[in-house]
């Protein structure tokens, strides 16, 4: 396997069905770096700083996924299309490693401009969700907002995904980090971006997205 390093924002394990996709016991990644500024988006601050993040190569991520013998792959961001050759390595050697397990991945690109930017990429995915995120348009149980295509690729995704708009809502994991300088909670899903919102204007609270230290 070629040596690649990916730039991410954070890295989370054992992601619950219909939380950003169909399996159990998946893994997550979400690459840092943005160049498309969706007005309301919960992850700007991958936007920034662009030697911010944390570095970690294929093989470090391929070995994790192995340790922890992982249903799946779910890609975010950020925006994953910037760094695609390096998220072609992962994909292609997770995919030659668990055939059967299902990769999904996150863009803001429209379902074209991704095959554009990317086409051997796409050739590699079990479902795409795709589409910029549009504030005012509600939520679905796999997309931030209504316009954003989920595009099934595979047979094995169609399988996993079928029925997926009857999903539950807005599933979130939450997992509490401890520094020697504060606590933070990091989240994982789809939010309720509205009755978050209306939640944070009764109580004083410091929220802080970023989870690396």
């Not at 803001?108 to 554009?116: A, I, N, R, V, Y």
Request: proline fraction near 5%; charge should be positive; charged fraction near 20%.
């Amino acid at each position: 396997m070629r040596k690649s390093n990916l730039r991410l924002s954070q890295v989370a394990l054992n992601l619950a069905a219909g939380n950003l996709g169909a399996a159990d016991r998946r893994m997550g990644i979400w690459t840092y770096g943005c160049n498309l500024a969706c007005l309301g988006c919960t992850s700007a601050h991958t936007w920034k700083e662009p030697t911010a993040g944390k570095v970690l190569s294929v093989q470090t991520l391929i070995s994790i996924a192995k340790k922890h013998d992982v249903n799946g792959l779910t890609i975010s961001g950020g925006e994953p299309s910037l760094q695609w050759k390096q998220i072609l390595l992962l994909v292609k050697e997770f995919k030659r490693m668990y055939p059967a397990r299902e990769v999904g991945l996150y863009t803001g690109l429209t379902t074209d401009e991704f095959k554009s930017r990317c086409p051997e990429l796409m050739n590699w995915l079990d479902v795409l969700i795709s589409g910029p995120y549009i504030t005012n348009l509600p939520p679905t149980p796999l997309t931030g907002s209504s316009n954003q295509e989920v595009v099934l690729i595979t047979d094995l995704g169609k399988r996993l995904y079928q029925g997926w708009p009857e999903w539950p809502m807005n599933q979130l994991q939450i997992v509490a980090q401890r520094s020697n300088y504060a606590q933070r909670l990091t989240t994982v899903g789809i939010p309720d971006n509205r009755r978050i919102s209306k939640a944070l204007q009764m109580i004083d609270v410091n929220v802080v997205t970023k989870s690396w230290e």
